[in-house]
C-alpha cells in the first residue's frame, strides 16, 4: 500500500515570495490533515478536509494560507506571501475517516520550507 | 479540551537501558491515546494507541506503553534502547471539538542513545 506522498520535500524562498505544497493521502482515506510543525515543537494542525469539504480551519491564517482539496483526493496547501515565521515543515497526514476508532493517522514525510 | 504534556524534552539513555519517555494527559472523558515517533528528515510513523482495551498496549519496534488513569499518564517504554531507537517522540490525544475528532500533539521528547 503506498504512503502519503507529498512534494517538494524542501524549498527555499524570501519573504514576501509565494509557495505551494502537494499532498497525494492514501487511497481510500477520507480525512487529510495540513499540519506546521516549528523546529522544537510538535505538528500545529492547520486543516482538516473530511472529503473535500473543510472540517477545521481555525487555525489556518487566512490572511495568507489557502488549502484546497478538489475532488476529495490530493489537495494543495499555498502560502503567500510568506513570512520568515512560516518556517517549518509541512506535514501532510490522511485516515480513513474522523470516528474515533479509524482516527489513526498515517504521514507524509514533510516539506522542510525555509523562508529568507 | 483534551491535551497532553510530555515531560522532558530530551532523555538520554544508553545502549542496552531502558528507555522511559514520559506522556500525562488531561481529558474530561476516557482518552484514546497515541505514540509516535520521527525519524530525522521523516514523518510521523505510528508506535501505538490505547482506545480502551486493554491497559498495557504493545507497538511496534520493542515499545509499549501502560495506560494508568489514576495517574493520568501514558509512559512509552522499551526494556533495552538500542542505537536505531534515536528519533523524536510524540505523544498524542484524540481530542473533540464543534469540528469532530483531531489530534492534539505534546511538544515532544528527543531521544538520543549512546554507545
Known amino acids: 500500500e503506498a504512503g502519503v506522498a507529498q512534494s517538494p520535500r524542501y524549498k527555499i524562498i524570501e519573504k514576501r515570495q509565494s509557495v505551494a505544497f502537494w499532498c497525494n493521502p492514501i487511497s481510500g482515506h477520507a480525512t487529510l490533515y495540513w499540519y506546521q510543525q516549528i523546529l522544537g515543537q510538535g505538528p500545529k494542525l492547520l486543516i482538516q478536509?473530511?472529503?473535500?469539504?473543510?472540517?477545521?480551519d481555525s487555525q489556518l491564517p487566512k490572511d495568507r494560507f489557502s488549502a484546497e482539496r478538489l475532488k476529495g483526493v490530493d489537495s494543495t496547501l499555498k502560502i503567500q506571501p510568506a513570512k520568515l515565521e512560516d518556517s517549518a515543515v509541512y506535514l501532510c497526514?490522511?485516515?480513513?475517516?474522523?470516528?474515533?476508532?479509524?482516527?489513526?493517522?498515517?504521514f507524509g514525510p514533510g516539506t522542510r520550507l525555509t523562508v529568507t | 479540551a483534551q491535551s497532553v504534556t510530555q515531560l522532558g524534552s530530551h532523555v538520554s539513555v544508553s545502549e542496552g537501558a531502558l528507555v522511559l519517555l514520559r506522556c500525562n494527559y488531561s481529558s474530561s472523558v476516557p482518552p484514546y491515546l497515541f505514540w509516535y515517533v520521527q525519524y530525522p528528515n521523516q514523518g510521523l510513523q505510528l508506535l501505538l494507541k490505547y482506545t480502551s482495551a486493554a491497559t498495557l498496549v504493545k507497538g511496534i519496534n520493542g515499545f509499549e506503553a501502560e495506560f494508568k488513569k489514576s495517574e493520568t499518564s501514558f509512559h512509552l517504554t522499551k526494556p533495552s534502547a538500542h542505537m536505531s531507537d534515536a528519533a523524536e517522540y510524540f505523544c498524542?490525544?484524540?481530542?473533540?471539538?464543534?469540528?469532530?475528532?483531531?489530534?492534539?500533539f505534546g511538544k515532544g521528547t528527543s531521544l538520543l542513545v549512546t554507545p
Open positions: 498524542a490525544v484524540m481530542a473533540y471539538s464543534n469540528s469532530g475528532y483531531a489530534l492534539n
Open positions: 478536509f473530511q472529503n473535500n469539504g473543510v472540517v477545521d
Open positions: 497526514a490522511s485516515s480513513l475517516d474522523t470516528s474515533p476508532r479509524r482516527l489513526e493517522q498515517y
